[in-house]
T-cell receptor, first 112, second 115 residues
Framework: GENVEQHPSTLSVQEGDSAVIKCTYSDSASNYFPWYKQELGKRPQLIIDIRSNVGEKKDQRIAVTLNKTAKHFSLHITETQPEDSAVYFCAASSGGSYIPTFGRGTSLIVHP | EAGVVQSPRYKIIEKKQPVAFWCNPISGHNTLYWYRQNLGQGPELLIRYENEEAVDDSQLPKDRFSAERLKGVDSTLKIQPAELGDSAVYLC?????????????FGNGTRLTVT
């Protein structure tokens, strides 16, 4: 089955800095890569996703890049704000299963 | 639209007792997932339903866990008997799958503590 590795487990930045979270996956058939944000005690919520037919996608301060050859994808957050503080999960799934396999999460702390 | 609704929000039970969780997915979502999230970890799939059919339950510990999705809408997840290691947050999610990927919409989860 799919295996998703996520790094770092904790990321601490100053407000206004950029943050990058990296994930690798093992199944070359995976073709959908969502990112979820989970605030303390709340549900995971989708913030951005990318499909394997594109290499990059951007939504305001958030961008995701995908390298299919290397089987890794990354989340980039620019101009971080304290409200960006949360746990971020990457996930990967293939068209055959529609079952996202999640990484272990990255705890992002943005210091004012 | 109303989101995925789960109940109860919290549950504390003694080991060996039974427990049940309930999930009401977003209207029209044909696919329903139960995930378990341990502290500091990502969600791990327990079971996935397409309508009323369980299409992937390989990660469900069938000796003590059971699930059902009557009429392809609401779902319940049961543990009997509960063990200390079952303490976790149980997340329900729903989506519309079948013609390309769609994102999962999660409920707030049920936090289970087994003492």
């Amino acid at each position: 089955g799919e295996n998703v590795e996520q790094h770092p487990s904790t990321l601490s930045v100053q407000e206004g800095d950029s943050a990058v979270i990296k994930c690798t996956y093992s199944d070359s058939a995976s073709n959908y890569f969502p990112w979820y944000k989970q605030e303390l005690g709340k549900r995971p919520q989708l913030i951005i996703d990318i499909r394997s037919n594109v290499g990059e996608k951007k939504d305001q301060r958030i961008a995701v890049t995908l390298n299919k050859t290397a089987k890794h994808f990354s989340l980039h957050i620019t101009e971080t704000q304290p409200e960006d503080s949360a746990v971020y999960f990457c996930a990967a799934s293939s068209g055959g299963s529609y079952i996202p396999t999640f990484g272990r999460g990255t705890s992002l702390i943005v210091h004012p | 639209e109303a989101g995925v609704v789960q109940s109860p929000r919290y549950k504390i039970i003694e080991k060996k007792q039974p427990v049940a969780f309930w999930c009401n997915p977003i209207s029209g979502h044909n696919t329903l997932y139960w995930y378990r999230q341990n502290l500091g970890q990502g969600p791990e799939l327990l079971i996935r339903y397409e309508n009323e059919e369980a299409v992937d339950d390989s990660q469900l510990p069938k000796d003590r866990f059971s699930a059902e999705r009557l009429k392809g809408v609401d779902s319940t997840l049961k543990i009997q008997p509960a063990e200390l290691g079952d303490s976790a947050v149980y997340l329900c999610a729903s989506s519309v799958q079948g013609q390309g990927h769609s994102p999962l919409h999660f409920g707030n989860g049920t936090r289970l503590t087994v003492t």
